[in-house]
């Protein structure tokens, strides 16, 4: 229709000058008259029975509207297993649980309220980790595992504090490591980290008068929450509206509900006066944190460095509620044998209780947990057989036409690509093992390499509006969020692509359930395929009918109507018009036109419950490929990083300059997980690190410059052709530091983060 | 409570603009251990999570002469309590003269850390890993004080007491520091920590020394993070007076060194990994001040440029 002329360019961001001139409004910068603040009282123990609460002293406080306590709302909620109380029930099970809930006219009231409850717990001994969670004498965290609602991902088993076990049941493993010349087992730790985001929680919830249950919050997924709440509250869909404000990051952190339940209940209670919870940043670690995880594999590779088999055992550590961590043990898994041709493929993924706080979606939805323990793995196996690790990847690597893990048989595969031009920009050729300077005093220098893949989720809905109004400005209406990702950027030129109009002349809306369309979830970078794909067939069917108007007007076919910079073109003199004067001429009195848009594909199949097959289990797929040159220091254990190449199939780019930011953000997490941040616990089962002071995220000063290769495989069903990218960046970061590490130095780190201190104890062991 | 931040607590606030004025002000309060807010990057952080909670806040901001790097007549530098870290760092005497304290200053925290932070706020909040601390130790600088019943001149070397323990008395204000001037010799500050900006050293080391013809001729170590305060490593220092500037000698000193620390495990390191980096930290201080050297004989003379 029109010239491709948006798809590609570097455009600005459309929210870039309200963000940095501080105009941008997120939740907690709402300003909502009445507004009552909330503060939650919180477990100090990770596992009791609560004996009693005694709230009187804090309702006799001055201000204090409401006081509640688990025996005030029942119901549970959780996306894949209904297990968790709004405010705990009898039992604490994670130390930060809710316990009860006050709110008052003002922050400070509110606190001290919570400070005069007076709660008696008889302690019970904690399960920290999986180890002891699966021990048999270990004491079942859900006795009612069995008869909770749950989703049919979530293979529970029953008498065990596993809430999933994945499996993946393909060829013969046995077989072939018998067929191997050499077969390598070894067991990587991740542990639990943090998602940062720099907004910390907001969610404001009031009744409205009309019966409306009104929340603006700061979660990435407006219809997961409104479809939540309202099974809660026993509401139907249409009275929930979610309004989501600026987001300040998400990361998988806001996918699910989490603290709402507790202030929408507090908001039942309030006589319609607006709710508000804010969190510190000190509370906002405990609302929810990422997955530990413990991989052992095993793997039998032939001389040449042919894979023939692969045996993975995981254990994920999601905490006292299930959350979303049976979906991340499924997901992770299907993909935990690598992106590598494997006839011999078997997998057995448990996701387990533990009184620990709750895990959920991480920017890569337990990728990066299984990415560095396959690809440290291989770098070994590398090693070992005195091959490059280059390559023995280019040997075994995923290609167009094999058939992934699950029988899938994959289309438009960019690994190979990313792999060759990564090594490419970074130098390193293949049959060659990277060089080691020795820079004098114990410091040497080298470089490492680690790849990565990645599904989305099913075909999910997404849906979009695109309204042109007469005067030819456009609106967007899609809630997949913007969190920071870009993705109304994204929307913006899509719709300006499609309409023939410049980028200026669109808005794109907050989502807001009262208006924008369903999404089912941002995650699984999912944005710019589903959403994108949304908003250009919304935009085309809004320019179709423009263009049936235009048509009338210049008694021509509408196939012959071209838009070009916001004026419509008469085919035949070639004039152009505005939007206004045709749509104004086409209608007496004028019209406005809404274009519907869709992204769901037909044919997504699940996975086989014993075997893990399907053929379609995920829309597109991501690829990534990573080189860390490093300097480590065997004298102290530190390590600098001097670049981070990095190349991402992006499909084709529809922002180059978004792309490219997607990395560096992505890169950074994958350098902050790799080197510096861990959450620590005590015995207890408490954060001792829920601070930035304590926990290690890497600054500006830390992040080395990073050169972002944005390799374009085409996919057939991406809008434009492109596919997600924000995820993939993030784990082959770790493994490729630990690569250059070995190749600097000699020493196989298997646990992150591989702090100074941890490297210095390698070096030692290793006689360093 | 493991994830609650505590209310704060109600405290007066003031904001006295003489020294008459506070004394006035401790006289009506006595009683009250007043919080003294200088840049409050250490004091409202504090406040905040509970572990400080002053019923008495007083803002020294508004009190006159304690702000500024000036030259005294006796060749000394004199800081003003209320010196930023930052105005430490852009200060051309401390860039080319006291090296070492530079770079203490400059990788103190971030940028807006150093804007807030003052010298004298750094050194009475006596942390043992305080980027100021050694280098001062190392420079035998003195610490001016005022309190009602008079001033005083503290060498540093007395100032640290214990774990967060100063010399300070109830009410007693830092209104200075003076570091000599010395010809002739170069120095030297090594921080390590898990990042390159926003942390707190896991230990440190800063070195002052003159060099004659290849031979060390006086030395002063000061280490961070080696014990619950600043150290000094007097047998490293008697060690390597006297002996030439040789790679054995300055492995020998780090080692010295680190058999007069005592380190503790916290939850950034342990007392192990403390103890096997003092004596790397020590060794590339003493390299780096001696390579100092090399440049000292061009600049010789050179003045505030």
Known sequence: MTKDTLIGKGLLRVDAAEKVTGMAEYTGDLDLAGVLEAEMLTSPYAYARIRSIDVSRALSLDGVIEVMTGNDIKGLYGPMVKDRPVLAQGVVRFAGEPVAAVAATSKQIAKRAVELIDVQYEQLKPVLTHEEALSPTAPLLHEGLMDYEKEIT????????????????????????????????????????????????????????????????????????????????????????????????????????????????LAQRSGHKPVRLTLSREQDFYRITNHGCTATIKTGVRKDGTIMARQLVTYWDTGAYADCGPLVVRNSGFTSAGPYRIENVKIDAYCVYTNRPVATAFRGYGIPHVTWAYECHLNRIAHELGLDPLEIRLKNVIQDGDRSHTGEKMVAVGMKDCLEQVAKAANWKPGTKPAVVDLGDGRYRSLGLACSWKGTMRHHATSATVRVLEEGSVEVNCSNVDMGQGSSTIYAQIAAEELGIPVEQVTVRHPDTFITPYDRTTSASRGTFHGGNAVMNAARDAWQQVAVYAAKVFRCHPDDVKAENGLIIDPETGHKYAFGDILNKAVIGGVDVIGRGNSYMEGGTGLDRETGQGANPTSFWMYAAQIVDLEVDTRTGQTTVHKIFAASDVGRAINETNCVQQIHGGVTMGLGIALSEELTFDDKGRILNNNFHDYKIQTCMDVPPIEAILVEVPHPLGPYGAKGLGEAPVGPVAPAVADAVANAAGIWIRRLPMTPERLLEAFRKDGK | MVNKMPALKPFLYERPSSLEQLTALLADHAGMVPGYLSGGTDLLVAMRTGKDSPELVVDLKGLPNLRGINRCEDGKLWIGALATIHSLEVNKTIRSQITLLFEAAQSLGSWQVRNRGTIGGNLANGAPTANTAAPLLALDAEILTWSPVGKRRIPVASFWLGARKTALHTGEIITGVEIPLKQGSSSAYTKLGPRKAMDIAIASAAVVLSLDRGIIQEVRIAMGGAGPTPLRARSAEAYLTGRPALAENLIQAGKLAASESNPRTSTRATREYRLSVIPVLVERSIRSALKRQEGLVEENGGEDR
Not at chain 1, 170 to 179: I, P
Not at chain 1, 205 to 220: D, S, V
């Open chain 1, 154 to 265: 979530a293979n529970v088993i029953a008498g065990t504090n596993i809430c999933n076990h994945f499996k993946i049941r393909k060829g013969d493993v046995e077989k072939g490591f018998a067929e191997s010349d050499y077969v390598l087992e070894e067991t990587y730790e991740v542990p639990r980290n943090h998602h940062v985001c720099l907004e910390t929680y907001s969610v404001i919830a009031q009744f409205e008068k009309e019966g409306t249950l009104h929340l603006w919050t700061c979660n990435q997924s407006p219809y997961v929450l409104q479809r939540a709440l309202a099974a809660l509250f026993n509401m139907p869909w249409n009275k929930v509206r979610i309004t989501i404000p600026t987001l300040g990051g998400g990361f998988g952190s806001r996918v699910y509900p989490s603290v709402e339940p507790a202030i929408v209940a």
